[in-house]
């Protein structure tokens, strides 16, 4: 087997596993829902999803790269093999690369998006405008298919660029700069946001516990998001894990992915919040809140230029340390199943991605009018078909693989006090919570679609 490239230290690692995790779905996806599901109560249970259900699979994900030291193919094969199980575990591996390649397809529109906004917010597009100037703003951008599309090429283009250079010059070296730089930025907006009127309100409106607004609806919802912000499901963190040396300890490091994760989740909304608060904004205004109530917010800020270029600044950085998490595992099962090189596979990768891009960004526009089962746009299917269906199902086979796969010796070694009782916790949650509590998402997502149509 060919030598894998390893990162160059654990410290590297968490910074590169944390990018992957810390995405849109920190800065763009968990205000708008925090907003729309109740704020505290969806908090409450997001916090509680993150630490039993999205964190045991994560350490299985990265336990089994670890271990297997391969792509993810012929990772879960050569583990399979080693256990005594079915070869058929290996469609895990191709189900994630789908996963994969389909998000990467939808995300990299929205990332397309913030790119605009950073430019709309660095040339001061939206001074002294009126919301409904604003509104048109976002409504004429997303009219016009060259220019969305070129913003989704751009985007593509700078995650297969880090891609290009490999494991330590490239996806290490970007993710151990935009990280620090992420957390800079996103500690000078609260710091601002803290100085607003709005900010005891949104304090409360994020952290006050009100046990009646734990609803059905609320506790899915945040129980989705939990899954889908922790990346998790779709073999990625299971590739990064493979770049690890086997002797590597990660229970730690799983700890502080999961802590960094739902730490920039939340600053996030203590700097979105006090803003919408104190302009009199709803916060439940859905994916709309990023593109639309926020630039109405900075055409009333003094400064607003600044503190606009500043957040989409926050929100690239976010999109870009993920989407890295989405080629990598693409190139690297092309690199080790073709035999090609590094260069090759990131060209090849890039133009399908691309070519998917495609037809998501004309959803808004050229292809507004077609309507899959007359409910989904073209975005719409790619989008709740990955994370929707795929990405649980692949959550669930890895959750119950790995909870038959990975022993005690994987995680701690023998002197490593109380190892023993949390790897039984960590299996037991791995085995039969996990797979129970992804299985009810999925189902309330596809009951919800078939009612919808």
């Known amino acids: 087997m060919k030598t894998r490239e390893k990162w160059s230290s654990l410290l590297a690692f968490v910074w590169v596993a944390a990018g992957a995790a810390v995405g849109l779905g920190n800065i763009w996806k968990f205000p708008y829902m925090a907003g729309s599901f109740g704020g505290s109560a969806f ?16 350490a299985a994900e990265i336990m089994l790269g670890k271990l297997s030291q391969r792509n993810a193919v012929d990772g879960f094969r050569y583990l399979a093999e080693l256990h005594h199980k079915s070869k058929s575990w290996q469609l895990t591996g191709y189900l994630g690369l789908t996963t994969l390649g389909l998000m990467f397809c939808f995300y990299s529109v ?3 998006f913030g790119i605009a906004y950073l430019y709309f917010g660095a040339t001061n597009a939206f001074l002294d405008k009126s919301p409904e100037e604003v509104q048109g703003i976002w409504v004429n ?10 913003c989704s090429f751009l985007f593509i283009f700078f995650t297969m660029a880090i891609v290009y250079f490999g494991i330590k010059k490239g996806i290490e070296k970007s993710c151990t700069l935009m990280m620090p730089g992420l957390l800079a930025v996103l500690l000078v907006l609260v710091f601002h946001s803290s100085s607003s009127g709005g900010f005891g309100q949104a304090f409360d409106f994020l952290f006050s516990f009100e046990p009646n607004k734990i609803q059905a609806d609320v506790v899915i919802a945040s129980l989705g998001h939990a899954l889908f912000t922790l990346a998790v499901g779709a073999c990625a963190m299971m590739v990064y894990g493979s770049y690890l040396p086997k002797r590597t300890s990660v229970a730690k490091s799983v700890l502080i992915i999961a802590v960094l994760d739902v730490l920039v989740a939340l600053l996030a909304g203590l700097a979105i919040f006090p803003l919408i608060f104190e302009n009199g904004l709803s916060p439940s205004q859905g994916p709309g809140l990023m593109f639309v109530s926020l630039p109405i917010v900075f055409a009333k800020m003094p400064f607003g230029w600044f503190w606009g270029t500043l957040f989409f600044i926050l929100l690239f950085f976010a999109a870009l340390s993920s989407s890295l998490s989405f080629a990598e595992p693409l190139v690297d099962h092309f690199i080790e199943k073709l035999g090609m090189g590094r260069h090759r ?16 960004a004309l959803s808004f526009n050229v292809f507004s009018h077609v309507k899959i089962a007359g409910r ?3 975005f719409d299917l790619v989008a709740d078909l990955s994370t929707n269906l795929l990405l649980p199902i692949g959550g669930i086979a890895i959750s119950i693989f790995a909870g038959q796969v990975v022993k005690l010796e994987d995680f701690f070694t023998p002197h490593q006090k109380y190892g023993h009782a949390i790897f039984l916790l960590w299996r037991f949650l791995t085995l039969f919570v996990a797979p129970a509590a992804i299985l009810i998402v999925m189902i309330n997502s596809l009951w919800s679609a078939i009612h919808t149509m």
């Open 141 to 150: 951008f997303l009219a016009d298919p060259v220019v969305v599309l070129f």
């Open 376 to 378: 989904f746009s073209i």
């Open 43 to 58: 908090v409450l249970m997001y916090l509680i999803f993150v630490l039993l259900v999205a964190i045991p699979i994560m």
């Open 110 to 112: 929205i990332a397309g």
């Open 345 to 360: 596979a990131v060209l090849l990768i890039g133009g399908l991605v691309f070519v998917g891009s495609i037809f998501c």
